[in-house]
């Protein structure tokens, strides 16, 4: 890896970002829990790339890391049941919320999916550089594709993709670590593009803290890849019907 692309999280270095990102470049930083790298989502080559260095070939949307709830009907479909003073409540935090995506991201970005997955950690650099440049940006774990579920360290993030990538911020007092005492790996995920929403998977953020925010949650993750598929399969009907 190059010495000069990897640089401790500040001031020169978040703006640094900025223009890299503006001119279409990829960036790995830290999250509060994790090292992801980030793209314009609006990019069609810088999404394209994503996938192609982490080498990934299946099913995987990127998400939207935001900083703040201002302008968020941008991008979404609030839905009809959710109150959105809810989001402010659960979030900033390890939670990923899916929703009925209304902004028209190239379709490489959810991967061809009608929903998107949004999250708001906040007090990181992922944040900061978020701030920094006006609009959410593309998310997903610094690792290759199918090398494991943990979460990534910034010494992951070299192995796999420090070669890859336009510049690297470094937290200068840690290599990206879980939360203190935290032995669950990843963002809990949640879809409220369904009704009642759905637990996609439980992770950072436990269950006794989002279950009195979306009433109804259909706690079993085992139940949605059916669910899935069923919009799926209702979709091309749909889609065939009106070519009749």
Not at 100 to 122: D, H, I, M
Request: with cysteine.
């Amino acid at each position: 890896m190059r010495n000069d692309v990897l640089m401790p999280v500040c001031d020169r270095s978040i703006e640094q970002a900025v223009s890299v990102l503006r001119e279409g470049g990829l960036v790995i930083g830290p999250s509060r829990s994790n090292y992801n790298i980030m793209c314009d989502p609006r990019n069609e080559r810088s999404i394209e790339r994503v996938f192609q260095v982490k080498k990934r070939t299946k099913f995987g949307p990127l998400t939207l890391s935001i900083s703040s709830l201002s302008g968020l009907d941008t991008f979404i479909h609030m839905p009809e049941n959710l109150d959105k003073e809810v989001l402010s409540q659960v979030w900033p935090s390890e939670l990923t919320l899916i929703f009925r995506k209304k902004y028209p991201f190239p379709e490489r970005l959810t991967c061809g999916a009608p929903t998107v997955g949004l999250t708001w950690q906040g007090e990181s650099a992922m944040q900061r550089l978020t701030e920094a440049y006006g609009h959410p940006l593309a998310v997903t774990s610094a690792n290759l594709s199918g090398s494991g579920s943990g979460l990534v360290s910034l010494g992951k993030a070299l192995s796999d993709l420090g070669d890859q990538v336009d510049l690297i911020l470094q937290e200068p007092a840690e290599e990206g670590a879980k939360p203190a005492g935290t032995e669950i790996e990843g963002n809990t995920i949640v879809d409220l593009s369904f009704n009642p929403p759905v637990l996609v998977r439980l992770g950072i953020v436990p269950l006794d803290r989002i279950r009195s925010r979306f009433p109804g949650l259909i706690e079993d993750p085992a139940v949605y890849p059916q669910m899935l598929q069923e919009r799926r399969e209702l979709t091309e009907y749909q889609k065939e019907a009106s070519h009749e």
